[in-house]
């Protein structure tokens, strides 16, 4: 049975550990940079500049200490200082950019971007060449359009003539449009009295009969008009 007395390192250990070790020659970048920008004679399509991105993949922020692990391919760093702080929480020690394994020992500083960010404080990108030189990548200015005073006073004239163009429309609306009302008529006819009705009187009349207990009823209709005054 054995007994170990460990320590943990922090972050900021580590990261010291890691500037012990040194920087790595930028050379061996630009020599990095010259195998993957090679024109393959077997291949048509040649690849003649590479860009590279001076943002840290993990943060989103501008890189300050440039590190990637020796067993990675590309030439995109990540931050180191903030690669060490994820894996003191989570360990797992996976490269940002190819999803590789990037253990600790494996870690180098670039010299290469070191120099890269030194020079220029404010790109956030750049370009490499076939012969390893490299070249800022910087966003182009909007041109900004400024007015004459000439074309403000007749953007303000426009804006006042508006006002009168609605007055005069308002006016036209205004006008009074006669309208003749075809209800008086069909109402007057309303109220005239309906046609008369015929009235049905009935007439009794008794006459002399043979038969004795039958009474004969005669009926006489006539119209009675009603007078209009």
């Given amino acids: 049975m054995s007994v170990y007395l460990v320590r943990q390192l922090t972050s900021a250990m ?3 550990r890691l500037k012990m070790k040194g920087i790595r020659n930028p050379d061996h970048s630009r020599a990095l940079i010259k195998e993957k920008l090679t024109a393959d004679p077997d291949s048509e399509i040649a690849t003649t500049s590479l860009r590279v991105s001076l943002m840290c993949p993990l943060g989103k922020m501008r890189l300050t200490i440039p590190c990637r692990a020796v067993t ?6 990540f931050d180191a200082a903030l690669y060490l702080q994820m894996n003191e929480k989570k360990p797992t020690w996976i490269c940002p950019v190819c999803d590789k394994k990037a253990a600790y020992e494996s870690l180098i500083l670039d010299g290469l971007f070191m120099e890269i960010l030194n020079e220029c404080s404010d790109v956030d990108e750049i370009k490499f ?9 910087r966003p182009k ?29 308002n006016e036209v609306n205004k006008k009074k449009v006669d309208v003749i ?3 008086i008529e069909s ?14 009187i009935f007439m009794s009349e008794t006459q002399g009969s043979p038969t004795k207990g039958f009474v004969n009823f005669k009926v006489s209709c006539y119209s009675v008009m009603s007078q209009i005054n």
């Fill in 14 to 16: 580590l990261l010291q």
């Fill in 72 to 77: 990675c391919t590309h030439l995109q760093c």
């Fill in 129 to 137: 060449q076939e012969d390893g030189s490299w070249c800022p990548m």
């Fill in 141 to 169: 200015k909007e041109a900004v359009k400024v007015s004459s005073p000439q074309c403000a006073k007749i953007e303000s004239s426009s804006v006042v003539s508006k006002p009168c163009a609605v007055t005069v429309a």
């Fill in 181 to 183: 009302d075809l209800t």
């Fill in 187 to 200: 109402s007057s006819d309303e109220e005239e009295d309906p046609p008369a009705k015929r009235k049905c």
